[in-house]
């Protein structure tokens, strides 16, 4: 029996926070894990399994596989941005750049429900992880007072 889309959906982007809010306490509680558990690794590794999706895209031949295709080169390029950029590496008291991340990370939950109506499972699982990823690194520097940690930067006071 096939799983109703909303649910698959509800279900990939629910997984996705959790696992992010559960990596970002757990940094932010004990900032030796840090050292093996880098913030990099979860944006190289989204990007990795995106391109499995592109991959798998260029050899498929049906109309689906081009959408997908070039949906899967956006997320691509915007995910790659956001890591140049490091938007959430450095949080303001203010609470105004955590609402800007938040909003950064809205196009991914977006993105997360196509690829499960299409069932494009290395690209949803590939935007998940980076939203896990970057939800975990709100959660860090929005309690960090004296250092914070971004993709491929850190901070300290």
Same mark, same amino acid.
């Given at each position: 029996?096939?799983?109703?889309?909303?649910?698959?959906?509800?279900? &990939? @982007?629910?997984?996705?926070?959790?696992?992010?809010?559960?990596?970002?306490?757990?940094?932010?509680?004990? @900032?030796?894990?840090?050292?093996?558990? @880098?913030?990099?690794? /979860? !944006?190289?590794?989204?990007?990795?399994?995106? /391109?499995?999706?592109?991959?798998?895209? &260029?050899? /498929?031949?049906?109309? +689906?596989?081009?959408?997908?295709?070039?949906?899967?080169?956006? +997320?691509?390029?915007?995910?790659?941005?956001?890591? +140049?950029?490091?938007?959430?590496?450095?949080?303001?008291?203010? /609470?105004?750049?955590?609402?800007?991340?938040?909003?950064?990370?809205?196009?991914?939950?977006?993105?997360? !429900?196509? *690829?499960?109506?299409?069932?494009?499972?290395? !690209?949803?699982?590939?935007?998940?992880?980076?939203?896990?990823?970057?939800?975990? &690194?709100?959660?860090?520097?929005?309690?960090?007072?004296?250092?914070?940690?971004?993709? *491929?930067?850190?901070?300290?006071?």
């Amino acid at each position: 029996m096939r799983m109703n889309i909303t649910l698959r959906i509800c279900l &990939m @982007q629910l997984t996705a926070a959790l696992l992010g809010l559960a990596w970002g306490l757990m940094v932010s509680a004990d @900032q030796s894990v840090l050292r093996w558990l @880098q913030f990099r690794y /979860g !944006g190289i590794v989204s990007v990795l399994v995106l /391109g499995l999706g592109i991959i798998r895209c &260029m050899v /498929g031949r049906s109309v +689906v596989d081009k959408r997908v295709l070039w949906m899967c080169v956006a +997320v691509v390029m915007y995910e790659v941005v956001l890591m +140049v950029e490091e938007p959430f590496a450095h949080l303001s008291d203010d /609470g105004s750049t955590t609402a800007i991340g938040l909003l950064l990370l809205a196009p991914l939950l977006l993105v997360m !429900g196509f *690829f499960a109506r299409v069932g494009e499972w290395s !690209g949803g699982i590939g935007a998940a992880l980076f939203f896990a990823t970057s939800t975990a &690194m709100l959660i860090l520097n929005g309690n960090a007072v004296d250092a914070g940690s971004g993709f *491929f930067r850190s901070w300290a006071r």
